[in-house]
């Protein structure tokens, strides 16, 4: 008899505070593996705290974390691996090139070098890969910026807008990285409604860190969206 | 996607050697901590020697300018040791590699050494023309290295703990010298102290045991003591 595979993320009543003010309040969700969540809400509603606990940056202040089946924060180190983050910040050092930026990191992730320029042919960076990142356009920095978040093949990956600054040419490029061709388990953040219901298999809506929407994306319309927003 | 179920963990020496590359590689390709520090330190040697309306100076006075001018070029060098990490987000790629945080410290206060052993290259020349009486004896000149050698790893340890800190606030240029210099008061006391006699005129020929002795302790003390406190820092 085929068994369910565990979920590979797990939030039960998780609060995340910043001083007095509650950030996540008791979100509550689980993301089944090879699965897609994306998360909908305004500017401050949490979406970005959501991906840095995940992401092991910020410590849960009340409630459960489980990610790939490990408790967070305690088994924080056990999942670094396994986890890749995408934020708005690329995350690279600006003097160093694409190339050597993602050297260091495959090196800290004891990753490759055939890896690292088998990703710069993959979102065709390859010619520049040797120039300073800030010589870089914005959509070159988030190119070698998705490279960096799949360098150690992650099997859960955090995505913050990812697909902001990238004219459809490299969101092409960048489908099989992070987009649900890769297979991987993710958290997406969209302020796209249709381009977000249609790319996920969850949707959540957050408003002032509240979880005020929870469903399969199927059953969710843009209208339900765009409530959030008012 | 590989179905990997173990997590995996880079060891400690080659993350330690990555991040201290890539120190030294981001220094040589946009030099900062370097220049800043050399510069200070050249500049101060000039202005004490119009100052002290003295054309040389010998023994306590020329262990002090040195030992002093060493201490706020470090302070330089430590304001900016965490800079780059800080401003492009290279922290939060650091804490998500699957590393142990203190490769971070250690790579940092290797960095930082080979920064102050540099700047004590340009330094101690400038130091020996501008200001240096009848110069020392190479067997003194060689314990005055020494001294500063210790020294240089004692401000390397409390630079970093302190810069790790400092680069939280906001005020990080304000609370790295509050914090650092007062901890570093004992380092400054043992170099000039210990390398006074050496550097006077037909000075003692061997250095004093104690001086390099308490500079080791001291460094033993807060390395370790910087060793184990040093991933809390980084912690939210």
């Not at chain 2, 520090?37 to 100052?51: C, D, E, N, R, Y």
């Amino acid at each position: 008899m085929p068994t369910e595979a565990p979920p590979a993320v797990v939030l039960e009543k998780l609060v995340r505070r910043f001083g007095e003010r509650v950030v996540l309040d008791e979100v509550t969700l689980s993301v089944p593996s090879g699965q897609t969540l994306v998360v909908f809400g305004p500017n401050g509603a949490g979406k970005s705290t959501l991906l840095r606990v995940l992401a092991t940056l910020l410590r849960p202040h009340r409630g459960v974390v489980k990610l790939l089946g490990e408790a967070l924060p305690d088994r924080a180190w056990a999942v670094r691996s396994r986890v890749g983050l995408l934020t708005h910040e690329s995350l690279l050092y600006r003097d160093l090139s694409a190339r050597e930026n993602l050297r260091f990191h495959a090196r800290l992730h004891g990753a490759t070098d055939e890896r690292v320029e088998e990703l710069l042919d993959a979102v065709k960076l390859r010619v520049r890969a040797g120039d300073p990142v800030h010589t870089y356009s914005r959509g070159m920095v988030q190119r070698a910026a998705v490279c960096r978040a799949v360098l150690h093949d992650p099997e859960i990956l955090l995505l913050d807008e990812p697909l902001s600054n990238l004219d459809p040419a490299a969101t092409e490029l960048v489908e099989p990285l992070i987009g649900r061709a890769s297979g991987r388990t993710r958290i997406v953040t969209s302020h796209d409604p249709a381009g977000g219901l249609a790319d996920g298999d969850l949707a959540l809506g957050l408003r002032a860190g509240r979880q005020v929407l929870l469903r399969a994306a199927a059953d969710v319309t843009v209208a339900d969206i765009g409530e959030l927003y008012r | 996607m590989s179905a990997t179920q173990e997590p995996r963990t880079t060891t400690t020496r080659a993350a330690i050697g990555a991040l201290l590359r890539k120190e030294l590689l981001l220094e040589r390709k946009v030099p900062q901590v370097i220049p800043a520090m050399g510069l200070f330190s050249i500049t101060t040697f000039v202005i004490f020697h119009f100052g002290l309306d003295q054309r040389t100076v010998e023994g306590p006075l020329a262990a002090g300018v040195l030992s002093v001018t060493l201490l706020f070029a470090a302070m330089l060098g430590a304001n900016r040791l965490f800079v780059s990490d800080k401003e492009e987000g290279g922290f939060d790629a650091l804490l998500l590699a699957p590393v142990d945080r203190t490769s971070l410290f250690v790579a940092k206060v290797l960095s930082f050494l080979a920064f102050l052993v540099v700047l004590e290259i340009v330094m101690l020349p400038a130091f020996t023309v501008l200001l240096l009486g009848p110069g020392p004896s190479v067997g003194q000149f060689a314990q005055v290295v020494g001294m500063l050698a210790l020294a240089d790893l004692g401000i390397a340890i409390i630079g970093t703990l302190v810069g790790a800190l400092s680069i939280q606030t906001r005020a990080r240029d304000l609370i790295l010298p509050l914090i650092a210099l007062p901890l570093l008061v004992p380092v400054i006391i043992c170099l000039s102290q210990g390398i006074a006699p050496l550097l006077a005129q037909e000075g003692a020929s061997t250095l004093a045991g104690r001086w390099p002795a308490v500079l080791g302790l001291y460094d033993l003390i807060f390395g370790l003591l910087a060793f184990a406190v040093f991933d809390f820092l980084l912690d939210d």
